[in-house]
């Protein structure tokens, strides 16, 4: 398992975002030598975890939990045939794009050690905007992602380090529940029956989603929609 392109972007104008600045972080792309990886704050202030890279929607992305994105450079191969043209590392607006991780396969709370210091947790599924759409330019894009789900993971930092192209990824936990990134974006988008068992991830869901599952709970009960 490894890290294949680490990807870092600059703030750009884009007519794709809602945020006030007219400005986007979505375009990563890979970068030589090593990036500092460190806890970069709460959402709503913090922004990316990484050095060099910028986060301008600060209330929906960055903060704690996302402090790092990571998708399969085996899910873009996918995309690549089905939209017919390449996709390089960070295409998708990733922070980190792996190889030999099964990202989508990943428990809420499994955590990975990345080079040599950084550990890395995952604590939630991608959910796509219509910013990602824009950036994408492929039509009913979000509807397409959502149906596909395979939506790469959000993860915050445990432990911070310097990271770089090349680095191994190695599983140093995986929980014994059975809560993974696929189940987490399923449960917020086409089968919320799925949401109660997200609380199965204890402490590592956010307020919010606890909440959420809460909720459903409560209105439907156990494996109702």
């Known amino acids: 398992m490894e890290l294949l392109s680490v990807n870092t972007g600059r703030a750009a104008a884009s007519e794709h975002t809602d945020h006030p600045s007219g400005l986007t972080g979505i375009g990563k792309r890979p970068v030589e ?35 790092v994105y990571a998708y399969a450079r085996e899910d873009l191969d996918r995309w690549e045939g089905e939209l017919g043209r390449p996709l390089r590392g960070g295409e998708f607006g990733e922070n980190f794009t792996t190889v030999g991780v099964d990202v989508n396969g990943a428990r809420l709370g499994e955590r990975w050690r990345v080079g040599a210091d950084l550990v890395l947790e995952v604590t939630a599924s991608r959910i796509p905007c219509r910013t990602f759409a824009g950036a994408l330019n492929e039509d009913k894009w ?63 869901l956010s307020p919010y989603t606890r909440e959420k599952a809460l909720a459903h709970l409560e209105k439907y009960g156990e494996g109702a929609r």
């Open 142 to 204: 979000v509807k397409r992602f959502t149906a596909a789900a395979v939506p790469g993971a959000y993860l915050r930092v445990v432990e911070p380090g310097a990271v770089r192209a090349g680095d191994r990824i190695e599983v140093v936990h995986r929980p014994a529940h059975d809560v993974t990134v696929a189940m987490h974006f399923k449960a917020y988008t086409l089968e919320r029956n799925l949401l109660p068992r997200l609380l199965a991830a204890g402490d590592v």
């Open 33 to 67: 030598g090593p990036v500092e990886v460190r806890e970069p704050g709460p959402g709503g202030t913090g922004g990316s975890g990484l050095a060099g890279d910028d986060v301008c929607d600060l209330r929906h992305h960055g903060g704690t939990r996302q402090a």
